[in-house]
């Protein structure tokens, strides 16, 4: 028995010698998994948008142009640029814990999101305090930008759209009185009525333009109570921004219940869903968008579609070309900070002035905001038609 232990503890202490010689000789292993680039080598910009729940759709449009921007730009500064996806989930809660897993866990150095705005400004507080730049597509609420240095955006916000579209209303419609149908749970929906109904009232100089405000919730489908509340009033025209799913519900139903007069929305309108879901009903609806492919604005436009025809065979959204130009515009400010801190591509990305972009040139003013012309479009044979292109005021 001492014989058989003797020997045991003999091998034992041959393989604790071998392992020791084995960990000693042989050096860490700090390659990247194969395939992949190590750290040193790649910038990562994180993609924050709803991936999934009820604003989906809007989500997939502007990663569809930061993916097409990543295939055509697939670098800076000589280093790979990874995107890494946070789904907000269409949650404003879900929304801060998405920025938060891009800035903690997976370290970006810049993010591009959220499309729709109460999302975007529920990750404000996130990516200021982590000193990350966030460039915002279509989030057009002034909010997103007031107050936080570290937030900008591509697109125009709500002021100059809703005084668009309260000009359309008054000059091309013709409209005295109009009434608003507005997504109470949704921050774009209420900041865009007022600011619809703030240059409404003051086209018209009559305090009583307005003649009905009705709310809805996200969700909702039945919509029947609130446009015949609105149907009594007499209004000209109807302003109704909100979600696409919404919105084209409520001109189904409105159309159903033989209220025919105009009715006008915002940018969110501008999704396939829109027309699939109102069909016929849509027919003749109005909104103010970012882009239009009729008209290409700059020579990156021209890249823009002929990569993307050339991919989809189709035409693009509006919201992906701006999802195309927050990447291309991070891109732009990393280059010319030379640099990947977040501090300093924040710097750049404040001084940006000229850039050219697939919808158009871009200047940021002191709030992060660009100064961009909107584009009016209608529905027509079942397909989004160019009417026309409204200057800043």
Not at 130 to 154: H, K, M, W
Not at 333 to 355: L, S
């Amino acid at each position: 028995m001492k014989k058989w232990l003797s020997i045991l503890l003999v091998m034992l202490l041959v393989v604790s010698l071998g392992l020791t010689g084995c960990s000693s000789q042989a050096p860490a292993d700090t390659s990247a998994p194969e395939g992949e680039e190590s750290s040193e080598d790649v910038i990562k910009i994180g993609i924050f948008e709803p991936i999934t729940g009820a604003n989906a759709a809007g989500g997939a449009l502007e990663v569809e142009g930061v993916r097409l921007a990543n295939e055509l730009y697939p670098e800076v500064l000589g280093k790979k640029v990874e995107l890494v996806i946070a789904d907000n989930k269409s949650d404003v809660v879900e929304a801060a814990s998405a920025a938060a897993r891009l800035v903690e866990r997976d370290k970006v150095t810049a993010i591009i999101g959220s499309w729709g705005s109460g999302y975007s400004i529920a990750a404000g507080d996130i990516v200021r305090d982590a000193e990350i730049p966030a460039v915002a597509a279509s989030a057009t609420n002034p909010l997103v930008t007031q107050g936080n240095d570290y937030y900008f955006r591509v697109c125009f916000i709500d002021p100059f759209q809703g005084t668009v579209m309260a000009n359309y209303a008054f000059n091309n419609l013709g409209a005295k009185k109009a009434a608003i149908m507005q997504e109470v749970s949704n921050d774009y929906a209420v900041g865009l009525a007022k600011f619809f109904t703030d240059s409404f009232v003051e086209l018209t100089g009559d305090e009583q333009a307005i003649v009905e405000v009705v709310n809805y919730n996200t969700g909702d489908q039945d919509f029947s109570s609130q446009l015949l509340n609105i149907a009594a009033k007499n209004p000209e025209v109807i302003f109704a921004p909100g979600n696409f799913t919404e919105s084209a519900l409520v001109i189904q139903q409105a159309r159903q219940l033989g209220i025919d007069i105009p009715i006008i929305g915002g940018d969110t309108w501008e999704t396939p869903e829109f027309i699939d879901i109102g069909q016929e009903h849509v027919e003749g609806a109005v909104f103010s968008t970012f882009f239009t492919s009729e008209t290409p604005i700059t020579k990156e436009s021209e890249v823009f579609l002929d990569a993307y025809r050339t991919k989809y065979g189709k035409e693009p959204a509006a919201v992906t070309a701006l999802g195309y130009d927050a990447y291309i515009l991070i891109l732009d400010a990393i280059e010319r900070a030379g640099t990947t801190d977040p501090v300093k591509i924040r710097e750049e990305i404040a001084k940006t002035t000229g850039f050219e972009g697939a919808a158009g040139v871009i200047t940021l003013d002191a709030n992060g905001d660009a100064v961009k012309s909107a584009v009016i479009k209608t529905v027509k044979n079942g397909e989004f038609v160019y009417l026309d292109t409204i200057e800043p005021y």
